[in-house]
């Protein structure tokens, strides 16, 4: 037998989250987490994916990497994609532009706040650029979203 000098993983060792992933603090304002079949139970889920969701969530103004997850949960990313996609039934770019997007939106609402401040809030670092995809989500625009609706 040759010898790598390699530790023997094992499978269970391989899949388990590394430590950012540890702590499973959920904010009691953060929405309910998506499934695909419409009962919003995260318990069913695969607790890889709901540790990402929580730390989606909770960063919403950080810059969100697929790579970052990927490195954290020691999976590659197309098989992250497909646990993603299995369990929430959006792509993750798609996950997290939905949820700066419905954020920004409840933000829009406390008129104290300017749309600048608001678009830096939920990571946007280009105003014309959160202005764009907020008219495509919601066929509004941001100054739209602050009024009444009729």
């Known amino acids: 037998m040759l010898s790598w000098g390699l530790a023997m993983v094992t499978q269970a060792e391989r899949l388990k989250p590394g430590p950012m ?12 987490l998506p499934r695909p079949d419409g009962s919003g139970d995260p318990a069913a889920m695969d607790p890889r ?10 960063g919403l103004d950080q810059p969100q990497s697929l790579k970052h997850y990927t490195a954290q949960l020691r999976i590659s990313p197309s098989r992250f994609e ?11 770019k798609g996950f997290v532009r939905a949820a700066r997007l419905a954020k920004a939106n409840d933000l829009l609402q406390d008129r104290t706040l300017r749309i600048k401040e608001v678009a830096a809030a939920v990571g ?14 919601f066929c509004r625009s941001p100054a739209q979203s602050r009024s009444p609706s009729p």
């Open 82 to 92: 497909h646990l993603f996609k299995k369990e929430t039934g959006q792509g993750f």
């Open 124 to 137: 946007y670092g280009d105003v014309s650029h959160f202005v764009r995809d907020l008219k495509r989500r």
């Open 21 to 32: 992933f540890r702590n499973r603090f959920v904010p009691a304002s953060a929405p309910a």
């Open 49 to 58: 994916i709901v540790s990402v969701l929580e730390a989606v969530m909770l």
